[in-house]
């Protein structure tokens, strides 16, 4: 049984410029979440996509961006990026409807550079 | 404002001892805990969770306390191994299944031989 798989693993790019990042769930979960984990802190919660739709957001500006596939696969768009958009982007995934005890479960992430 | 803390970047133990990481949470609102361990380039894996009707959660080697009234949870490992070398991070959030984990900064943790 796959986990939750990410793509690419890395990733250099310039000020200004735009990137997608990628995400498979762990089979039978629905549900997809994406942090963001900069150098020396824990990962902070970006937003979280169920049913092709955006249900959650963090405490992060509109040039982040997501997708939901019907495949629950997702995407991560970050625009106009900036130095401190460097960090680990992290990708949980989860089954809706398992109740309150129910786990994330992560992948193993994309190492962002932005120079 | 951090809801979690870690306050112990690094610890160090000895392989065979116990091994004791603490966080503190200040949203009283929280009523679900985790603790997520990860290896360099690899995402946290899920360790051990404790929800707040209980005080102690035990699995193996892994057990973790929770004490309400001071919004302090701790994670023990007895016996410590080398493969227990790992970043820990603890992750809280309300009782509600699809609510976003706020995580601390995390603790390194070193098992010496």
């Known amino acids: 049984d796959a986990g939750v798989t990410q793509s690419p693993t890395h990733l250099i790019k310039t000020r200004g410029q735009q990137v997608t990042l990628r995400c498979s769930p762990k089979?039978?979960?629905?549900?997809v979440s994406w942090y963001q984990q900069a150098l020396g802190q824990g990962p902070q919660f970006i937003f979280q996509?169920?049913?092709?739709?955006?249900?959650q957001r963090g405490n992060f500006p509109d040039r982040f961006s997501g997708h939901q596939f019907p495949n629950y696969s997702s995407e991560l768009n970050v625009n106009a990026l900036l130095l401190g958009d460097s960090a680990l982007y992290l990708c949980?995934?989860?089954?809706?409807?398992?109740?309150?005890?129910?786990?994330?479960?992560f992948g193993p992430g994309t190492r962002l550079t932005v120079l | 404002d951090q809801q979690v803390k870690q306050n112990s970047p690094s610890l160090s133990v000895q392989e065979g001892r116990i091994s004791i990481l603490n966080c503190d949470y200040t949203?009283?609102?929280?009523?679900?805990f985790l603790w997520y361990k990860k290896y360099p380039a690899e995402g946290p894996t899920f360790l051990i969770s404790i929800s707040s009707i209980k005080d102690k959660n035990e699995d193996g080697r892994f057990t973790v306390f929770l004490n309400k009234s001071a919004k302090h949870l701790s994670l023990h490992i007895v016996p410590s191994q080398p493969g227990d070398s790992a970043v820990y991070f603890c992750a809280a959030r309300p009782n509600s299944g699809n609510t976003p984990l706020v995580f601390g900064k995390g603790t390194r943790l070193s098992v010496i031989a």
């Open positions: 949203n009283s609102m929280f009523d679900y």
């Open positions: 996509y169920y049913e092709e739709e955006e249900r």
């Open positions: 089979s039978g979960h629905d549900t």
């Open positions: 949980a995934s989860l089954a809706s409807g398992t109740g309150w005890t129910d786990t994330q479960y």
